[in-house]
C-alpha cells in the first residue's frame, strides 16, 4: 500500500543549517582566581516545530499521495528562544594546584583540539538541534505504557494473559512510533483456558512482528494494515482450534490488540476484552462485547448500568478458539487529542465504574502506577474474576 511505504519511507530530509565550528574561535584561557571563572552566559535554541496535520482512514490514503500525509511533520520555521543557560567551571580542591589548561574536562579538552584532530575522528558539526535547551521546556507527557495482571480474591488460576511493546521504526527523514498491546481472558471454567490466552498473545505478536516490524526496517511493508491485524487473530484462532482438537479441549479466549501506528489506532477485537480511550470528552469504549448482554445493549434492551447484575452478563458468543473460523471486528481511531488508552478484561470493567477507571487514569501520571491501582481498586471491590490491565500515555499534541 503506498500510504504504508510513506509512513516508513517519508520525505527526502531538509538540509542542515551550517553553524560555526566549535573549533573556528578559541577563548583565551582563563587564569585562577579570575571574575570570569565561572563562564558568560551563552544563548542556546531549540527548533520550534509545527503540529502534525489531522489523521485520515486508510480507505482515503491512497487520494492523499500528492500532498503531505498526516503523519509527516511541517518544516520548522523559526527557532525558539530559549533563556541563556551558564556554562560551570570546576572549582579547585582545597590543597591543591589548579589544573593547567590541558588538564581540565574533556568538554574543555575537546573545544581546545586542533580542527584537523576533530576531523580525523569523524566528529559532525554541530546544528541549531543540538544545542541544550531547559528540561522544563520539554517535559510533556510521551508515549509510555504498562501492563498488569492479578488472580484476584477468588480464581485459583490466572487465565488473564498481557502484552505490550513499544519502540520506534526509522525511516529516511525521521521516525514513526509503533506498539503492540495485547489483552486475552481465557474461557472461565473451560480447561486450558490460560492455555489459549497465552497462545492468542504470542501468535498475535509473533504475527505483526514477522509481517509489519520486519519488513518495515527493511523498507519492504506491502500489506493493509486492516487485513494484517484481522489475519493476526484469525491464526491465534486457528493455533488454538488445532491445540484444543489435539488435546481434547474446548479451549478458548477473548482477544484484543491494538496497534499504534504513528497518529492512530487499529484494533481488532474478538469476545468481552475492551478497549478504552481517554479524551477531552471523558471516557471512550472503542470496543463492544461479543457477548448476550452487549448484543442486549447494542439494540437498545438493556441500560449498561444493569449489565454488571445480569445473569446472562458472561455468556459469549464469539471467541477465540472455539470454532474452526472466527469473525474479527477491526476498528481504526485516530489518536486526536486523546491522552490515554486502556485495554482490560472483564474483571476490571465489570468491577469498577467508568467513572472510577477514568479518575485513576487522569489522576496518575505514570502507566505503572494507573496499572496497579486500578488492580487494587478490582481487589478492594471483590476480585471474583482475574484481572488484567493496560495502560498507555499518548504523546499530547
Same mark, same amino acid.
Given at each position: 500500500?503506498?500510504?504504508?511505504?510513506?509512513?516508513?519511507?517519508? &520525505?527526502?530530509?531538509?538540509?542542515? $543549517?551550517?553553524?560555526?565550528?566549535?573549533?573556528?574561535?578559541?577563548?583565551?584561557?582563563?587564569?585562577?582566581?579570575?571574575?570570569?571563572?565561572?563562564?558568560?552566559?551563552?544563548?542556546?535554541?531549540?527548533?520550534? *516545530?509545527?503540529?502534525?496535520?489531522?489523521?485520515?482512514?486508510?480507505? &482515503?490514503?491512497?487520494?492523499?499521495?500528492?500532498?503531505?500525509?498526516?503523519?509527516?511533520?511541517?518544516?520548522?520555521?523559526?527557532?525558539?528562544?530559549?533563556?541563556?543557560?551558564? +556554562? @560551570?567551571?570546576?572549582?579547585?580542591?582545597?590543597?591543591?594546584?589548579? @589544573?593547567?589548561?590541558?588538564?581540565?574536562?574533556?568538554?574543555?579538552?575537546? $573545544?581546545?583540539?586542533?580542527?584537523? $584532530?576533530?576531523?580525523?575522528?569523524?566528529?559532525?558539526?554541530?546544528?541549531?538541534? /543540538?544545542?541544550?535547551?531547559?528540561?522544563?521546556?520539554?517535559?510533556?507527557?510521551?508515549?509510555?505504557?504498562?501492563?498488569?495482571?492479578?488472580?484476584?480474591? =477468588?480464581?485459583?488460576?490466572?487465565?488473564?494473559?498481557?502484552?505490550?511493546?513499544?519502540?520506534?521504526?526509522? +525511516?529516511?527523514?525521521?521516525?514513526?512510533?509503533?506498539?503492540?498491546?495485547?489483552?486475552?481472558?481465557?474461557?472461565?471454567? %473451560?480447561?486450558?483456558?490460560?492455555?489459549?490466552?497465552?497462545?492468542?498473545?504470542?501468535?498475535?505478536?509473533?504475527?505483526?512482528?514477522?509481517? !509489519?516490524? !520486519?519488513?518495515?526496517?527493511?523498507?519492504?511493508?506491502?500489506?493493509?494494515?486492516?487485513?494484517?491485524?484481522?489475519?493476526?487473530?484469525?491464526?491465534?484462532?486457528?493455533?488454538?482450534?488445532? *491445540?484444543?482438537?489435539?488435546?481434547?479441549?474446548?479451549?478458548?479466549?477473548?482477544?484484543? =490488540?491494538?496497534?499504534?501506528?504513528?497518529?492512530?489506532?487499529?484494533?481488532?477485537?474478538?469476545? /468481552?476484552?475492551?478497549?478504552?480511550?481517554?479524551?477531552?470528552?471523558? !471516557?471512550?469504549?472503542?470496543?463492544?462485547? %461479543?457477548?448476550?448482554?452487549?448484543?442486549?445493549?447494542?439494540?437498545?434492551?438493556?441500560?449498561?448500568?444493569?449489565?454488571?447484575? %445480569?445473569? @446472562?452478563? &458472561?455468556? !459469549?458468543?464469539?471467541?477465540?478458539?472455539?470454532?474452526?473460523?472466527?469473525?474479527?471486528?477491526?476498528?481504526?481511531?485516530?489518536?486526536?487529542?486523546?491522552?490515554?488508552?486502556?485495554?482490560?478484561?472483564?474483571?476490571?470493567?465489570?468491577?469498577?465504574?467508568?467513572?472510577? @477507571?477514568?479518575?485513576?487514569?487522569? *489522576?496518575?501520571?505514570?502507566?505503572?502506577?494507573?496499572?496497579?491501582?486500578?488492580?487494587?481498586?478490582?481487589?478492594? $471491590?471483590?476480585?471474583?474474576?482475574?484481572?488484567?490491565?493496560? =495502560? =498507555?500515555?499518548?504523546?499530547?499534541?
Amino acid at each position: 500500500m503506498s500510504f504504508l511505504r510513506k509512513i516508513f519511507r517519508g &520525505s527526502d530530509p531538509a538540509p542542515a $543549517a551550517t553553524v560555526p565550528s566549535a573549533t573556528d574561535e578559541q577563548p583565551a584561557p582563563l587564569q585562577p582566581g579570575s571574575d570570569d571563572a565561572a563562564g558568560d552566559p551563552a544563548e542556546s535554541t531549540d527548533d520550534a *516545530h509545527a503540529p502534525e496535520g489531522s489523521a485520515e482512514s486508510p480507505e &482515503s490514503a491512497g487520494a492523499a499521495e500528492a500532498g503531505p500525509a498526516w503523519w509527516e511533520e511541517a518544516a520548522p520555521t523559526e527557532p525558539a528562544q530559549v533563556p541563556p543557560t551558564t +556554562r @560551570l567551571e570546576p572549582s579547585p580542591v582545597a590543597g591543591t594546584a589548579p @589544573l593547567a589548561p590541558d588538564q581540565g574536562w574533556n568538554g574543555d579538552r575537546a $573545544a581546545t583540539a586542533p580542527p584537523d $584532530a576533530i576531523e580525523d575522528e569523524g566528529t559532525r558539526s554541530l546544528t541549531p538541534a /543540538d544545542t541544550p535547551a531547559l528540561a522544563a521546556l520539554r517535559s510533556r507527557q510521551g508515549l509510555a505504557a504498562a501492563a498488569q495482571r492479578d488472580i484476584g480474591r =477468588v480464581r485459583s488460576v490466572n487465565q488473564d494473559s498481557v502484552f505490550a511493546l513499544t519502540t520506534t521504526l526509522p +525511516r529516511e527523514s525521521s521516525d514513526v512510533t509503533l506498539g503492540l498491546f495485547i489483552v486475552a481472558d481465557g474461557m472461565g471454567g %473451560h480447561a486450558g483456558g490460560e492455555i489459549a490466552s497465552r497462545l492468542a498473545i504470542s501468535t498475535v505478536a509473533r504475527y505483526v512482528l514477522a509481517e !509489519l516490524v !520486519l519488513p518495515a526496517l527493511a523498507d519492504n511493508v506491502t500489506e493493509a494494515l486492516q487485513p494484517l491485524i484481522i489475519a493476526a487473530v484469525q491464526e491465534a484462532n486457528r493455533v488454538i482450534w488445532e *491445540h484444543a482438537q489435539a488435546t481434547g479441549s474446548d479451549m478458548g479466549t477473548t482477544c484484543t =490488540v491494538v496497534l499504534l501506528l504513528g497518529q492512530a489506532l487499529y484494533i481488532g477485537h474478538v469476545g /468481552d476484552t475492551r478497549a478504552y480511550l481517554v479524551t477531552p470528552g471523558g !471516557l471512550r469504549q472503542l470496543t463492544s462485547d %461479543h457477548s448476550t448482554v452487549g448484543r442486549l445493549i447494542q439494540v437498545g434492551q438493556l441500560d449498561p448500568a444493569e449489565a454488571r447484575e %445480569h445473569p @446472562l452478563r &458472561s455468556q !459469549l458468543y464469539r471467541t477465540v478458539g472455539q470454532h474452526p473460523e472466527v469473525l474479527v471486528d477491526f476498528i481504526y481511531q485516530p489518536i486526536g487529542n486523546a491522552t490515554h488508552l486502556l485495554l482490560c478484561s472483564d474483571g476490571l470493567w465489570s468491577t469498577l465504574d467508568e467513572a472510577i @477507571l477514568l479518575d485513576v487514569l487522569e *489522576h496518575t501520571i505514570w502507566p505503572h502506577d494507573a496499572c496497579r491501582e486500578l488492580v487494587a481498586r478490582a481487589n478492594l $471491590a471483590g476480585g471474583e474474576d482475574n484481572i488484567a490491565a493496560i =495502560v =498507555v500515555t499518548l504523546p499530547m499534541q
